[in-house]
């Protein structure tokens, strides 16, 4: 009993990350457009963290037995890490322009 739960906590942890991470990022999104004058060079530390942790949660869906599991891991996070890290660039070519 006990080791069923544990390996269901196993198979759920790779969709949590990518959930969580998704309402973090939205949260980034949201604060940055609520108090327009904050650093841009925040945000972009933020994402990236969250970019990181994309990754963190495809190599999480890889390691699990469950096959539907590591495809919903494979192309969740690897669309949302390619995503993000064009957003980022974009982030930090703004950053670059802005700057003095």
Known sequence: MENNIQESKKVAKPIIWTISLLIATL??????KLYPNTDLRISIILLTIIDIGFIVAFVLGIKTKNASI????IISNGIFFILLSIIIFLLLLANGISEP
């Open 70 to 73: 590591m495809i919903f891991s």
């Open 27 to 32: 949260l980034v999104f949201v604060t940055t």
